[in-house]
Every structure is written in C-alpha cells, then in structure tokens.
C-alpha cells in the first residue's frame, strides 16, 4: 500500500475506487519490472510505502514518476463568489472534464453552479461533509450521485469529474462512481451564469444552503486553467479570444485556512487526554469546543473547582450531558437536555457556563438554561478528551477548543501521550462510506469497525451478503421437504444484485416442481374501440423485473403461458397469408426480446397460426377460429412453450371496430409457469482423485460468497482450491465429520471448520455455503451448522488468487474429491460443471452415477459407492466373493449331515424365504429341513423316489405334501430352488431355476394357526433319524437371514452350526464357476496442452540451455562417425587356412586329427591328454 503526506506526520493512505485501502502489485520475480498508474495524480512531499506480502524477506527497488507541482489557489469567505458569464459564448459539449482540490471546515456549501435556458443544469455542492454532483441535459429528470465523507475536516481533497455524452464518473479522492445520467439527450448546454464559490440566490436542485468557505485549487474545467484565467482575463482578452467574463466577488488569491487555523486534534487512545491550566478562584466558567465522534461515550471536558466539586461534560449513549457536584448544592445535578445522539461524524459545537445560580447547555447553537442555586470558584486546570478516574476518554476530534476564553495551541507538556493525540488533523475514518453493507443495508460504526443493519433487506451476514431467500422453488422443496405448495420469494442471483421477487410453488409426488410468476393483467380484459391494426397496446408488468425473469426461465427446463382470444366479428390474424406475403395480423404478442411474433398459442413459430390451423379444427377454412369474422363469440386459445420467447411482454390488438358496431375482443393472459431447475441438475461425478475441472480465474475480493453441494463416500478430499502467488483457498473435507474453509490474504493462514454431529460422506446431498467479507469469514453447511473467523484488526486485503478456480482436488491435482458435485454458484454465477464434463474431461462425468448404480453386486449383495469403485457386502447372502457370485457348497454322502442350531429365543415365522441350490444324479434325497421339538411342526425339502422335487410341511394345522411334476431332476445339473410363504400363510410358491413358479393355496381358517412355531433346527442333507442322505453337491442354502452353509465354512465359525460325516469335509463350487466382471479400460491423464506462444517462451527462455545440449549432441554424433569409418576401412584379404582334410568322416576330434592329411603335424605315436 502507498501512503502519502505533506509534512511527514499526518499521512494518508491511497484509496482505490471503491474506497478501500489499494494494493498496488509488485514484482514476483528479481527481474521483472512493474509499473504502477494512478488514476488521479498524487499531490505530497513524502511518499511511504508499506509491503502487505513479500517472500522470505522485504526487499524493494522503487522509481517514482512525476512533476513539480504549483499551486494556484484562491479562496472564499462564504460571501464570496466567481461568477462566469458565458452567455456570449456559451458551454456547448458532449463531453466534459472538470477537477480541482478544496479544503474546508464547513459541511455544506455551494461549490459550483451552471444553468442553461433549456433546462440544463450542472450543480456541485457539499451536503452534510459529503460531495453531491447533479446534473440535468434539458429533461425533467436530475441525476444526483454522491461521493466522500468527511470533507469538511480542513485537509485538501480532490475532486474530480469526467462524463461522457450520459456517461458519468465521479471521483472524490480516488474514490470513484460510474453512474448513468436519467435522460435522452447528450449534450450540456450551458448559456447562462456559472457561479463558483457560491450563488447570489436560491437556485433550482440545490441542497446546501450556503455558500463555500475554504479555498479550491488548480481548478481546470475542459482543459482550461480557470484561476489563472479569471485573475488575469479582462474584457478585451474575453472578447477576443472568445473566453468567458469574469467577475470575482471578495475572493482572495491565498489560502489563509492553514492545517492548524482551527487547532484541530485527534484523541486515538481513550488514555489520552489534553492537561490545560485555569484561571483559578474565578465564579464563572465558560467552555466551548467542537467535536466528531462515532462513539457513544467520552469524556469532553472535566474541571475540578478550588472548592470541592466538579464539572463533567461528556457523551453517554451519543448524548450530551453535564454532570455537576458543587458546595452548597446537595447530590450531583445532572444535565440531560438534549434527547438527541451526536455520535455520527459530523462536527457539532458545544459551548457551557456556569455561574452562581445558573447553568447553560448549548448544543448546535441550541441552549438550554437552568436555574439552581449553586456556586463555584473556578480550579487550576481543565482535562480535555479523558483524564477522569472511572469515565471513558474520549475517541475523536476535537477543535477550536476553548477553556480561558480563547482558543490555544496545546504544548507538548500539556499532552499526556503523544502517541495518542495527533496535532493539525482529524484522522477518524468514515468506515460506513462508501456504504460496505450490501443490498441497501445500514451501516453503523464505532472508531474500530462497522457494523451492518440487514432488517427488512432480505440479506444476512456481516454485511447483508447472503441471501435469506432460496434460489428457486427446488431449492425451497429441498430445505422444506414434504411441501405441496408454497408463496415465496426467490433469489435467481443470490448474493448478486438482483433483488429477490414472489413466485408460486408446486411439489408434486413425483419429483416435479412448478413455479409460477404472476403479472398484474391475470383477469379477463375487454377491448373495444381500437379498429386500426395493433392499436391497443398492453404492456405486461410482471411481479419481477425482465433481468430476473430471463434467468429465471432460462435455468428451468421447460416453460410455458396460456394466452386465450375471444372475438365477436373480431380478426386475430387476418388468415390465411402465404410465406411470400408479408405478415400482417390485427393481433399479436410480443416476446420478451420485443419481437412481434407471428403464431398463437398452441402453434408453431412461423406457422402464422392459431392451434385449430395446426390441427385442422377451425370451424372455417382459416386458420384461426376469430378469422372468421362470425357474428357470434368464439375463440383461439393454446399455451405457448417456446422457452426463448418467454415470458409475453405485451400485447398488440386491432380489429375491434367502435362502441357501435358490435366488434368486439376479450383476452386473457395467464402466468408465466415453468418447470424444472438447471441448477441442481447441474452436477457431475468425478470417479478419479485427480480428476478436476478448472473455471476461470475467480475474483473474491474483499467479499465474496460460494455455494455448492455434495455427495461423497469419501473421507477426506480436496473440494475446490484456487491460489494466487501468495494467497490461496480451499475448501476441504476433512474426517468425513468436518469441513474445512481455509484461506490467506497476507496477513497469514485463516481457517473456518464446522463439525458435525453426523457424518458427511453418507452419500447423501450435503449443501456448503462460504462467504468471506471485509469483517468475517464464514462458512454454512446443511442450512443449519455454522462457524464464523473474525477478520484480524487492521486493513482488510482482498483475497488475489491468479490460478483457474479447480473443482475437485487442489491445483497440482492432489488430495482429490471422490464423489458429486452439483449447484456451484459463485457471486450469484451459476457454473456450468455439466456442460464441461459433456464435452469430455478426464476422470469425471455429467450427472451423478455412481457404481452403484448399475447394481454389480449379485444375489442381493449390498453394495457400497465408492465412486471411483465399489465394494460389495455379501453378509445377508448365501454366497461370498467380490460381487457375491462365488458359490459355498458342501459335497454330500449319504452320511453327512449339516445341522444349524437357531440360537437364543426360537424363531416363529409366517412368511418364510427358502432357497436351496444342488446337483446330484440320485432320484431321492433331503435337500433341506426345518423342525421344531417343541411343537412338532416341520418343513421339508426333497427329491422324492420318482426324481421331483417334493415340499411337506405340517405348521399345526394340516400336513401338506406338494410336488413339482415337470420335471425331474437328478440328471446331474445344477439347480436353484426358491421357495417362499405368503398371504399369512396361505399361498406356497415354488420357483425353479428360471422356470415359471407354481403356487399352492391353502384354506386355512380363521381358528387356524398357519404360522410355523419355534423353529429350532435347520437340517442340510439329512437329519438323525435318516439313516441315508442326500448324494451331491448343495450350495446356496438360505432361511431368511441364516445362512448355515456360510456359517461353517467361515474362519470364525460359531458353534451352533455342525457337519456329521464319516470323509473330510471342504468346501466346494458345485461346479458353478464364480461370475467376474470384464475389467474396465482405465482412465489415463492426458498430457497438458500446452500453447504455441508457452512453447515459444520455454524455448527462448532456455534457448542457452537446449544450444549446449544440441552442442554436446553434435559432438558425440562425430565420436561415433569417426569410430564407425576406422571400423569400416579395416584392412581385409584372403587367409589360407589349415584344417584338416581326410578327416571328414572321423568319429572325434582325436581321430580327425591324428589321420589328417593336412593341418597339423601330429605325431601319430603321441598320446593326447585334455
């Protein structure tokens, strides 16, 4: 930041347009020169400069640009003007510029004034400190913008003012206002008197009441310096070089308002205080001072009287009062006159005697006396601003203070802390302007920081940033659920500056939401009297304006509005009409774009139709009912669904003949409804942890909101990151139980956690709200749960991220999101996730499918999302493996014999569920059984002698024995058997394998119990009184949720579950090999695209690098060449050789060589020893 001063001791900070302290950027490199502009030149002797981020330690380098300044003053007495007589050659121009610098200590003035016979009027004046610009270009229609606070405290601001045919900015100490002038025309025309300083009369749009006292400087208005010009111009120089007369009335070229010509001082510290003497023994004292505050409480003045006593004048609660305790005077007198609160910035003006019997407050020029036997004699000395045991001090300004009966520069000694009091200037700051609460909210501020009233505003938060209404009536069903119908208003923009408007709500069974926006022209409306084409015009006002409406269609799905036509001999569109002819209906509608449209409702753009031309319904040859012309009431009537051309924005009506001549119309038009939220249909999945989808750079500023929501298994990743070379943020999920928003803006990391109760990665929807301002850092999850971070004391720095804003992991794809996102608003901004991941992004896809969601877990396994995979529960099954496919059988001999033993109370059913697979060659055996010794009651399931399979079951009322005659079943193959009671145990069914089911019913009556009673055991092949079992494989054995195959062959397995057999026992597949999904291709990260222009800086940055390294290439490449060549040009020739001849039919190597007739000479008596 740059702060600047004319003496070295009271320094000013440069602002930037919207009244904060501005952060110039650096450099971010050791090379890298940067160079800063200011708007509005900077006029000081001392330039201070005060790093807000720097890497490892504070390092500068810094050239300042300017020039010498000379000033060219003059000044006013508040009978003092200029006047400008520019009616010989008057101001004529499309475009202005005007800027100068003032200084003053009055809070309303007349600055400048110019008026033109057509109306135009060009007014600057301060109101109440602040500066107030009008303009007028010849309507009836004045522009007022205002700007600044504080401008009456005597210090020198610059004004500004640049406008552009209807195009205007304002600046008042760099603080700046772009703003439209209210009119049609261009051009100020000003041919009458321009006053400066002040006007001899009441003029019309002005506010101030008195004329300027202070001084202005270098004034310039269109390039022209005007205070050289009007004290040096004459009547010859005016005439000839066609320049305005000018007449000055008691100015003075000085400044004579110097910084200490009102004893200013500013209280910083509530311990400091002003220490001045007295004239002791006196019985009448007389104070006065002036002073500025925002806060409440303080002590102004305190005196001691030589006898016991005192005097306080102080504020409470932003009043005035005096507090009196004097000899003679029994208890304390207390002055409280004045029900009025003084603690809002502006200069008032306190003077108070007291003298024997009387006591006078004046505030503002306004006394109040009291009478009361009292009397004083004056102490040695006054405290000024605090000093007072058990009392605050007071934090402001003071001036023109006054104690002896004339105001006095203070002396160092007569000041407790230096540090506290600053001399010649009143350095409170206007924290509430430009106003920092949004949406029209209130501001309020003490001398530390604002504070933000959102009543009524429709806004929350620190400073009415977040919406309070829901974004559209699908965001209102998810925080409201089970509603049906609801009058809300929505917030289309949310934290953006649209205002909120009233809508109807729908909720429908099936997920369906309607919305209808209403318009004040619902009812039935007769139109009489207007023959010529089109001549009844009826604008449609809508409960919203047309900048909401547009977003609020276009994010919905689909819309639509009933627009309904009664004519009596009335035309609707004078049909039929060919392509080549031009169009010319007596009726039509207009589209929101200000289109006529050429269709009614229930047709056809273009088709020039009403909905019976379409389907060949009118009662005549036409193509609309009303073009009939019939003397009697008909109608044309239809919707109209043309998203793009909604909502109706007015309505044209001809045809309608006059009072006399029975022509008649009525119209109806209905509400705009639409269906559907883009919104939350806006989601995508991302099944990568290093997927991510970049946006563009987003700028959070000083204040900045986001909304999303999510849904995820996961417990730990990165939502979304952005970061700029110092700053950064990050929302995270941290432990499935908290989410995380942290972030720097270069006063360290800050952090805002919110933990739940519940856990987040549920896979359900999770709704995330983070808003970070100029006063606190928030962040809102589920609507509910919230955790707010005060920003630290001092400046406020925005938050400078310069990297794409990633959604799912961090900008180095790390620490990645698993799972959906949908709704990410930024500022109000819908972002387009879905439309990105359609065109095809790796790791991540349009919607919200998980793997779920395809259901890979087999035989009623429970799958688990993961989305990027998934995991298969296969505890309630009968089967086991990683979709819950791989078979657990038991290969059974006519002795084996599982029995499971129902642990804890005995089991009682009505319903049973039963399946059973096996395999087996044998035409008899028992699958399966179910008894109970208590009661006798059994169930049994077996193939029976002839190969069927056969159920028997007696549950206390009847025995039952059922067969399944098909088919047989004992020729080896495997089978799965489904058996299960229903219709409280009426109805048996029977499946097998993929075979249609059988069903057996029962009359059971109603004394009868057909429930199956304290079931104990579950037999699997055969029971103990079988003396042969079953022969083959059995798998898959299921009685609701027991499982005793599983059981038994699980690793710790429980002791009610036993196998009988006189082999070894193992678990087997029956032959059934286990199901296995194809792999899926996997997703590789495509490389980065990088562009030509980045390819070209890599390479011209490392153009050293890669010229060494092609240098070393070259010289290997030479190496090897000279190698090759001494290898090729080797010399070669023919060699005789001494191999043995004779020998090729030698039995070894010895024999060749002994019995060779040539090679070597071996003497055939040696013997040979390898």
């Not at 649209?498 to 209808?516: A, H, M």
């Not at 028997?952 to 067969?963: A, I, L, N, Q, S």
Request: aromatic share 10%.
């Amino acid at each position: 930041m740059i702060q600047y001063s004319d003496d070295g001791d009271v320094w000013r900070t440069y602002k930037g347009p919207g009244g904060e302290a501005k952060a110039f950027p650096g450099n971010t490199d050791g090379n890298t020169v940067v160079t800063n502009l200011f708007d509005t030149p900077i006029i000081a002797r001392y330039i201070r400069i005060k790093p807000t981020r720097w890497r490892d330690r504070i390092s500068l380098r810094l050239e300042l640009y300017g020039c010498k300044y000379t000033p060219e003053s003059i000044s006013f007495k508040g009978n003092s003007m200029v006047v400008m007589d520019v009616s010989r050659f008057p101001i004529t121009s499309l475009r202005d510029h005007i800027r100068f610098r003032f200084r003053t200590t009055f809070p309303d003035a007349m600055l400048m004034y110019g008026r033109g016979t057509q109306g135009d009027i060009l007014s600057l004046q301060l109101v109440q400190n602040r500066m107030v610009l009008s303009l007028n270009l010849g309507s009836k229609l004045m522009t007022s913008i205002s700007v600044g606070s504080l401008l009456d405290d005597n210090a020198w601001h610059d004004v500004e003012i640049r406008r552009e045919q209807r195009n205007v900015t304002f600046l008042v100490d760099r603080v700046r206002i772009d703003d439209v002038i209210l009119d049609d025309f261009k051009r100020l025309d000003l041919n009458q008197e321009v006053y400066i300083g002040g006007v001899p009369n009441r003029q019309p749009g002005m506010k101030a009441r008195a004329n300027f006292t202070g001084c202005m400087e270098n004034l310039f208005i269109n390039g022209t310096a005007i205070i050289p010009e009007m004290r040096d111009a004459d009547d010859y120089y005016s005439s000839y070089y066609k320049r305005p007369k000018y007449t000055m009335i008691n100015t003075n070229p000085t400044c004579p308002f110097g910084d200490s010509s009102d004893l200013t001082l500013t209280f910083l510290k509530r311990e400091a205080h002003l220490r001045y003497p007295a004239v002791e023994d006196l019985r009448s004292v007389n104070v006065s001072l002036e002073f500025r505050s925002y806060e409440g409480k303080g002590v102004l003045i305190y005196h001691k009287f030589t006898t016991s006593g005192y005097f306080k004048l102080y504020l409470d609660e932003g009043k005035v009062k005096v507090d009196i305790s004097a000899a003679q005077t029994p208890g304390k007198v207390v002055l409280d006159n004045f029900d009025v609160s003084y603690s809002d910035g502006l200069w008032h003006k306190v003077m108070f005697t007291i003298a024997k019997n009387s006591m006078e407050l004046t505030v503002d020029d306004v006394p109040m006396k009291t009478v009361r036997i009292i009397s004083i004699s004056s102490g040695k000395n006054f405290l000024i601003g605090g000093g007072v045991y058990g009392t605050s001090g007071f934090l402001g300004c003071m001036r023109r203070i006054s104690v002896v009966g004339f105001m006095q520069r203070p002396k160092y000694e007569e000041i407790s802390d230096m540090k506290g009091v600053v001399l010649a200037a009143c350095q409170i700051m206007d924290r509430c302007n430009p106003n920092p609460c949004e949406h029209h909210g209130r501001c309020k501020q003490n001398s530390h920081e604002f504070f933000c009233d959102c009543t009524g505003t429709g806004y929350s938060g620190a400073v009415c940033h977040t919406s309070l209404n829901p974004i559209s009536c699908a965001a209102y069903g998810i925080q409201n659920p089970g509603s049906k119908r609801a009058e809300v208003y929505i917030d289309v923009d949310g934290s953006g500056p649209l205002v909120p408007f009233p809508v109807t709500c729908e909720f429908y069974n099936d997920g369906k939401v309607l919305s209808s926006l209403s318009h004040k022209h619902e009812k039935m409306t007769t139109v009489d009297g207007f023959e010529r084409r089109g001549s009844y015009v009826q604008n449609i006002i809508y409960d919203s304006g047309m900048e909401q409406i547009e977003i609020f269609v276009n994010r919905s799905s689909k819309c639509r509005q009933r627009i309904h036509y009664e004519c009596l001999k009335a035309k609707l569109f004078n049909s039929p009409s060919s392509e080549d002819e031009d169009f010319q209906p007596f009726t039509w509608w207009v589209s929101r774009n200000n289109q006529p449209m050429d269709y009614w409702g229930g047709s056809l753009p273009g088709s020039r139709k009403c909905e019976c031309g379409l389907m060949g319904t009118c009662v005549t040859n036409k193509w609309c009912n009303c073009d009939a012309g019939l003397e009697s009431w008909l109608f044309d009537s239809g919707e109209l669904t043309v998203k793009e051309h909604l909502p109706v924005r007015q309505l044209r009506i001809g045809d309608t003949g006059s009072p006399l001549d029975g022509k008649k119309a009525r119209y109806t038009l209905g509400p705009l409804v639409c269906e559907g939220d883009n919104i939350f249909d806006n989601v995508v999945t991302f099944r990568r942890a290093d997927a991510t989808i970049k946006l563009p750079r987003f700028d959070m500023g000083h204040s900045g909101d986001i909304y999303f929501e999510f849904k995820t298994t996961s417990r730990d990743g990165c939502l979304i990151h952005a970061k700029g070379p110092m700053d950064y943020m990050k929302v995270s999920i941290e432990g499935g139980m908290q989410l995380q928003f942290q972030y720097q803006a270069g006063s360290g990391p800050m952090s805002v956690s919110v933990e739940t109760a519940y856990v987040l990665n549920d896979d359900l929807w999770h709704t995330v709200v983070v808003e970070r301002n100029r006063k606190e850092s928030r962040m809102i999850i589920d609507g509910g749960r919230k955790a707010v971070m005060k920003e630290p004391a001092g400046p406020v720095r925005a938050i400078y991220l310069d990297s794409d804003f990633v959604v799912g992991a961090t900008v180095d794809y790390r620490d990645g999101f698993v799972g959906c996102i949908r709704a990410l608003v930024l500022n109000g901004e819908l972002q387009d996730l879905r439309g990105r991941a359609e065109s095809g992004m790796y790791g991540v896809h349009a919607g919200c499918v998980g793997k779920c969601q395809s259901n890979p877990c087999l035989n009623n396994g429970t799958c688990h999302e993961g989305y990027s995979s998934y995991e298969c529960d296969c505890r309630w099954t009968a089967f086991k493996g990683p979709i819950c496919a791989d078979e657990i059988g038991i290969k059974m001999l006519t002795d084996t014999m599982v029995k499971y033993v129902i642990p804890g109370t005995y089991k009682s059913t009505i319903a049973e569920k039963i399946r059973v697979g096996f395999t087996t060659t044998n035409p008899r055996g028992f699958l399966m059984g179910l008894h109970s010794n208590i009661t006798g009651e059994y169930l049994t399931l077996a193939i029976s002698n002839s190969g069927h399979l056969k159920v028997t079951f007696d549950f206390g009322f009847e025995r039952h024995e059922k067969v399944y005659g098909k088919r047989t079943f004992h020729e080896g193959q495997n089978h799965d058997v489904k058996l299960y009671r229903s219709e409280s145990g009426r109805q048996l069914t029977m499946q097998v394998d993929n075979y249609e089911p059988i069903t057996w019913n029962f009359d059971v009556k109603g004394s009868a119990d057909a429930q199956f009673n304290n079931i104990q055991y579950v037999y699997i092949g055969k029971n103990e009184t079988m003396a042969e079992g079953f022969v083959g494989c059995i798998s898959r054995v299921e009685f609701d949720d027991i499982y005793p195959l599983k059981f038994y062959f699980q690793q710790d397995r429980p002791t009610t579950v036993i196998a009988e057999s006189t082999s070894t026992i193992f678990e087997d597949y029956c032959g059934i090999e286990p199901i296995r999904y194809p792999e899926e291709e996997t997703e590789t990260r495509p490389p980065p695209e990088v562009s030509e222009e980045v390819l070209m800086e890599m390479y011209s940055d490392n153009s050293a690098v890669l010229g060494g390294v092609l240098g070393i290439i070259f010289l290997a490449l030479l190496c090897m060449g000279f190698l090759i060549g001494r290898y090729m040009a080797r010399h070669k020739g023919d060699y005789q050789t001494h191999e043995a001849d004779g020998a090729d039919s030698a039995p070894d190597a010895d024999w060749a060589v002994q019995n060779s007739t040539t090679g070597h000479q071996v003497k055939k008596n040696m013997e040979m020893y390898i």
